[in-house]
C-alpha cells in the first residue's frame, strides 16, 4: 500500500517509514535524484554508417533473399515484404524484364502453350495456332477445348519423330510439323492429363483410367492402372519424376487431395504419403507439377509441396511469398507451373475478385520474386512454356486469351549487364505500380520508441523519364506518406512531381527540411516505386537506402539516500528499523520508495536496492547510518 510521506526528513521504503540523517548543522539530508545513465553505443573496427555515438543507422542495400517478410528481425536484412521490382542483385533495385503481348490468335479463348519443331503453338480454345514474327496462324481444329499439352519423341525403329499432342477429355489429337495436319487418334481414348516415359505416351482419363501407347494415334492403347478416386477427388496431373528413393523414374498422379505414384510392374498406383489440400484451383488446363532441378514441385492452393526423392527430410511445404505468405492484397492460388534454368516459375490466379494475377520466380538461393504482375484484377495466368525457340530464352504465357512473351537470364543474371535487355513500364500513379515494400523494422525493440529523423535515398539511372518515388508508413498503419521535400537540388529530386530524377544520394528530413523534429516510431516501412520513360532499354535503379534514428530509452532514476539507524522513529526502535531496512534490500521483488520533494508533493516509485553502505555500532548497540542506492525499473 502506497504510504503517503508528509514529513520533512521522513522516506518511506517498502512501506516502513525511515528517518533520513542530518548534517552538522542539523539540516536534513537530501534524496538526490538522477536518471539512469544507459551505457554508450560500442563502436568497434572501421567508421561506418554507424558510427554515430547516439545515432543508430539501418541500411537497405541488398534484398536477394526474395520477399515475404512482413516484419524485419535482424536475420532479415536481406528481405523486403512484397516487391514487382527485379531486386536479386544486391544494390540494384530496378524494373522487372518487358512483357510483351503478341497478337491475338484466331480464336478468343485461353491460350494452351506448347512447342513443336521450333516453333511455338498454342491451342485458343479449340482453334490450333503457330507463331512466327508476332502473328499467329491457324493450322487447325480440336474437338473439344484442352485440357493438357505434350511434346514428346517416340523411337520406333531406331527413327525418332518429334510429336506434339493436345487432348481433350475425350481423344488426344497429334501433329509432327508446325504446319502439318493435326490428327484425332482414331480410336478415341477418354484423356485429360498426358505423359511420356519409357518410350511411350502415357495418359489418364477423367475417372482415373491410365493407359499407354508405343504408337500413336492408332488403335494400339493399352490399359494400364486404375486411379482410386475418392468423392469430390479429380485429376490434376500426370508427369515423370524420380522415385522415392531416387533411383529411376517413374510415373506420378496427382488429384486434388492426394499425390500418386505408378507400380508399372503391378499395374496400379500407390498413394504417397503426401496430402495435397482441397485445391480450389485445380480445374480447366491448369498444369500444377514440374520438375525443378530433380525434385518434384506440386501447386497446393497458396503454396506448394516440394520433395526431394532419395531424401527421407526432403519434403516441406512452400507458401507463396514464402514464410510470412503474400499481403492479403496479393492473394493468389497455384495455377500453373513451368520450370526455367535458374527458377521454377509459378502462375496464379487470383483468390479475390480485387486482387491480380502474378507469375513468380523461386529457387532455393533467392526465394520469392515476382517477374509480372498484372495491372487488371481477376483474370488468371492461364499456361506457362519456357522455350528458346524464338531469338532468345523466353517464357511464354497465356493471360486474358491472349500470349505473352518475357525475356529470361540464360547466363548473366544482371540485367544492366545484358545487351539489349528491356524493362517493363507502368507509371508510378498506376493502380499497380512497380514497387517494392520494406518490411516492418523496429530495430529489434518494438516495446520502445524511436525518433526517425533522417532517410537517405542512393539512385543511379535516373533522369526525368526514369524516376523514383519514395514513401513511408508508421506503426502498422496501411496509408503511407509521400516524401515531398529534400536537402537536394531539383536536378535530383523534382519537387514539382515528388520523384528522385537524378543520380546520387537524395536527403530526406522528418518531418520535413523546415522542421527537422523527427519522427516518433514503433515501427516503420518505406516503398520506392519504379517508373521508366519510352526507351525500353533504360531503367532507374534503386542503390540503397538508409534510415538516420535515435532510440528513445525509457526515463529511469536512481535515488541516493542516507538513512538513520541511530535513533528510533515512529514507534520503531533502531534495531528494528534496521532488520526491516535489511529486508527491504535483500528483497526478490521491487519494493516502493516514497519520498516528499521540495515542492511538497509526494513521489512514488517501484525500486531495487543495488547499493548500501554504512556504519554501525559493534556489541550491544546496533545503531548506524546507511547510505543507499535505489533504482527504479
Not at 533495385?93 to 478468343?108: E, K, N
Not at 519510352?534 to 535515435?550: C, N, Q
Amino acid at each position: 500500500m502506497t504510504q503517503r510521506v508528509t514529513e520533512e526528513g521522513v522516506i518511506s521504503l517498502n512501506s516502513v517509514f525511515y528517518r533520513l540523517t542530518k548534517d552538522a548543522k542539523g539540516a536534513y539530508s537530501k534524496v538526490r535524484s538522477s536518471l539512469v545513465d544507459y551505457p554508450e553505443k560500442q563502436l568497434f573496427g572501421d567508421f561506418s554508417k554507424d558510427s554515430q555515438k547516439y545515432l543508430s543507422t539501418a541500411a537497405w542495400s541488398d534484398f536477394s533473399d526474395g520477399m515475404g517478410r512482413e516484419r524485419m528481425e535482424s536475420r532479415d536484412t536481406k528481405r523486403s515484404w512484397w516487391s514487382t521490382c527485379e531486386q536479386r542483385k544486391a544494390r540494384r533495385v530496378t524494373l522487372p524484364p518487358l512483357a510483351t503481348q503478341t497478337a491475338a490468335g484466331s480464336a478468343a479463348a485461353a491460350p494452351l502453350i506448347g512447342e513443336l519443331g521450333g516453333t511455338i503453338m498454342a491451342a485458343y480454345g479449340t482453334a490450333i495456332n503457330s507463331y512466327a514474327v508476332d502473328a499467329w496462324t491457324s493450322r487447325g481444329t480440336l474437338a473439344a477445348t484442352p485440357t493438357d499439352v505434350l511434346n514428346f519423341n517416340l523411337d520406333a525403329a531406331g527413327t525418332r519423330t518429334e510429336y506434339l499432342a493436345f487432348c481433350y477429355t475425350s481423344n488426344y489429337a497429334y501433329a509432327t510439323s508446325p504446319t502439318g495436319a493435326w490428327t484425332a487418334a482414331s480410336a478415341a481414348k477418354a484423356t485429360v492429363k498426358m505423359a511420356y516415359w519409357d518410350n511411350k505416351l502415357w495418359g489418364i482419363s477423367a475417372t482415373g483410367l491410365l493407359w499407354y501407347t508405343f504408337t500413336i494415334g492408332g488403335s494400339n492403347e493399352v490399359n494400364d492402372a486404375q486411379l482410386p478416386l475418392s468423392h469430390n477427388d479429380a485429376i490434376t496431373g500426370l508427369f515423370v519424376g524420380r522415385s522415392p528413393d531416387g533411383t529411376e523414374e517413374i510415373i506420378y498422379a496427382t488429384t486434388k487431395k492426394w499425390l500418386w505414384q505408378h507400380d508399372f510392374g503391378n499395374r496400379r498406383f500407390i498413394r504417397t504419403d503426401v496430402p495435397l489440400p482441397a485445391n480450389l484451383a485445380a480445374t480447366g488446363i491448369s498444369r500444377q507439377a514440374t520438375i525443378w532441378r530433380t525434385s518434384i514441385a506440386l501447386g497446393a492452393n497458396t503454396g506448394f509441396m516440394f520433395l526431394q526423392p532419395g531424401n527421407p527430410n526432403g519434403t516441406k511445404a512452400i507458401l507463396l511469398g514464402h514464410d510470412d505468405g503474400l499481403k492479403n492484397t496479393k492473394e493468389g492460388r497455384v495455377f500453373c507451373m513451368a520450370e526455367s534454368i535458374g527458377d521454377l516459375l509459378i502462375g496464379t490466379t487470383p483468390v479475390n475478385s480485387t486482387d491480380s494475377a502474378a507469375i513468380f520466380q523461386w529457387n532455393d538461393e533467392n526465394g520469392f520474386q515476382v517477374l509480372w504482375e498484372a495491372a487488371a484484377a481477376n483474370i488468371r495466368i492461364d499456361s506457362l512454356h519456357v522455350s528458346d525457340a524464338i531469338t532468345n530464352y523466353r517464357l511464354y504465357f497465356g493471360y486474358n486469351n491472349r500470349v505473352w512473351w518475357i525475356r529470361l537470364h540464360d547466363s548473366v543474371a544482371n540485367p544492366g549487364q545484358v545487351q539489349g535487355w528491356t524493362f517493363t513500364d507502368r507509371d508510378i500513379s498506376n493502380t499497380n505500380p512497380i514497387i517494392q515494400e520494406t518490411p516492418w523494422f523496429t530495430a529489434d525493440q518494438e516495446e520502445i520508441t524511436k525518433i526517425a529523423l533522417r532517410v537517405k535515398v542512393e539512385s543511379e539511372g535516373c533522369s526525368t523519364t526514369e524516376a523514383i518515388r519514395v514513401r513511408y508508413g508508421l506503426d502498422y498503419s496501411t496509408s503511407w506518406t509521400q516524401f515531398t521535400d529534400t536537402h537536394t537540388s531539383d536536378t535530383i529530386f523534382d519537387a514539382v512531381d515528388d520523384r528522385i530524377e537524378g543520380n546520387g544520394i537524395t536527403t530526406f528530413s522528418l518531418p520535413s527540411v523546415a522542421a527537422p523534429a523527427g519522427l516518433a516510431f514503433r515501427a516503420i516501412r518505406f516503398e520506392r516505386a519504379l517508373r521508366r520513360g519510352v526507351t525500353t532499354t533504360l531503367a532507374p535503379i534503386g542503390v540503397s537506402l538508409w534510415l538516420e534514428y535515435l532510440k528513445v530509452l525509457p526515463d529511469k532514476w536512481t535515488f541516493d539516500f542516507n538513512v538513520d539507524l541511530l535513533n528510533g522513529f515512529a514507534g520503531v526502535s533502531a534495531i528494528a528499523a534496521r532488520a526491516t531496512l535489511l529486508t527491504a534490500i535483500e528483497s526478490d521483488t521491487l519494493v516502493e520508495f516514497t519520498y516528499r520533494d521540495d515542492t511538497g508533493n509526494t513521489r512514488n516509485f517501484y525500486v531495487k536496492v543495488y547499493q548500501a553502505a554504512g556504519t554501525e555500532d559493534t556489541g550491544r548497540e546496533e545503531r548506524g547510518v546507511m547510505q543507499l542506492r535505489a533504482v527504479e525499473l
